[in-house]
């Protein structure tokens, strides 16, 4: 019998979503970073075994929302949760349980799919009392179908996680070809990776007011081997601008070359990477320019 099935996974930002879906489909196909609320959409995943289909949806952190953009990524990341077949809740295991935590148990209440807690970054734990007394905290706000320790970052525990995952999802069909991990298209893939070496590389000032758009791609004409891809970096200030370019246009050259590795990885070809900045306004907080840029109630 063969099963398949959508597993959308929760939680507050930081919590190593991301790395998780990087680790369980083998490829880089969601950015991580230390700073919090790195995931803006909703990026699928998709894993397959002879007996098993799972497409997991790693939704953006939830959190607090301080502007229009951010208002969206957190109602993104529970939209997906009536139309899946399994949730995983994803919890710091080293971090205490805070008044985001019950805003999540009690979304997961109202839609009734099964749910399972997933302690991450169980490899951190030294107080394994404390870690039970956690564990008991969450089970007192939710029933849930199953508790699992793991270290995603160290690939620890995953198998099995993976066949009890599994075992929970209806029989089914392979809804995407087997050698398919994501169905974001190529230019959001690059976007998104020159995003994160803005993030790992800029001032704490930058993050969370940078989007990447692709302005073109195609192949140069004539050398069909070299892709030519001209992105634009976006932010809200003069002051983030320069933060971005750098003294001489050195921090820029920085992020373009750290991104061009793995651009290159992900297309299989040599590329010609341009990239301008530009300042648009407090874009975050007007609609017109998220509609834009790709923001909007589905993420």
């Avoid at 139309?83 to 809740?89: G, I, N, S, T, Y």
């Avoid at 050259?253 to 070809?269: C, E, N, S």
């Avoid at 040599?270 to 874009?283: A, F, G, P, Q």
Wanted: glycine content about 6%; proline content about 4%; aromatic content about 6%.
């Amino acid at each position: 019998m063969h099963r398949s099935g959508f597993v959308t996974i929760v939680g507050k930002p930081n919590v190593g979503k991301s790395t998780f879906i990087n680790q369980i489909v083998g490829e880089k196909i969601a950015i991580v970073s230390e700073k919090p609320q790195t995931t803006r959409n909703t990026i699928r995943g998709i894993y397959n075994t002879d007996e098993c289909q799972i497409i997991f949806i790693d939704t953006p952190g939830i959190h607090a929302p301080k502007h229009r953009l951010g208002a969206l990524i957190s109602d993104a990341a529970v939209s997906t949760l009536g139309a899946v077949d399994l949730v995983l809740w994803m919890i710091n295991a080293v971090e205490p349980m805070d008044e985001i935590d019950a805003t999540i148990a009690k979304r997961l209440k109202s839609i009734h799919t099964p749910t399972f807690l997933i302690l991450n970054k169980t490899d951190l734990a030294e107080n394994f009392d404390r870690l039970a007394t956690l564990v008991e905290k969450y089970r007192n706000l939710l029933d849930f179908k199953g508790v699992f320790g793991i270290s995603a970052l160290k690939n620890q525990h995953l198998d099995a996680l993976l066949k009890d995952i599994a075992e929970a999802l209806p029989e089914g069909p392979k809804y995407y070809p087997e050698d398919q991990v994501t169905d974001h298209p190529e230019k959001f893939m690059i976007a998104e990776l020159v995003r994160e070496k803005v993030l790992r590389l800029t001032h704490e000032e930058v993050p969370h007011s940078v989007t990447v758009l692709i302005d073109s791609m195609a192949p140069d004409d004539e050398r069909p081997h070299l892709m030519n891809i001209h992105a634009t970096v976006v932010v809200e200030r003069d002051s983030q601008k320069g933060i971005v370019i750098g003294k001489g246009g050195q921090m820029l050259k920085q992020i373009g070359t750290a991104a061009r590795h793995d651009i290159l990885v992900l297309l299989g070809m040599k590329i010609y990477l341009d990239l301008h900045v530009k300042v648009i306004k407090n874009w975050r907080n007007k609609d017109i320019h998220l509609r834009n840029f790709g923001f909007n109630e589905s993420l």
